[in-house]
């Protein structure tokens, strides 16, 4: 059970990755362009966008910030689908 859970968290954390990554790169923003509407360093939205972080890194504040500055919602951040 502890493996099926690592896994599904790992997997969360890949799609907010990809997710971000994707978005960001749609609304031409650099890592260090969001990174200062959201108030955190570059290397954490390299941290994010690369999976470095685990999901328990990113809170809702968090999901919150970077979905207000990237001008979607948390859900597009979350939902395993492709952004066009």
Do not use: P, W
Request: net charge positive; proline share 0%; aromatic share 2%.
């Amino acid at each position: 059970m502890i493996s099926s859970n690592k896994h599904r968290k790992g997997r969360i954390m890949r799609i907010i990755s990809n997710n971000l990554k994707e978005i960001r790169k749609a609304k031409k923003l650099t890592q260090g362009q969001l990174a200062e509407i959201v108030g955190c360093s570059q290397g954490r939205i390299g941290d994010y966008e690369s999976g470095r972080c685990t999901i328990e890194n990113i809170t809702l504040g968090v999901a919150l910030k970077l979905s207000n500055a990237l001008g979607c919602s948390i859900e597009d951040l979350f939902t395993a689908e492709e952004h066009t």
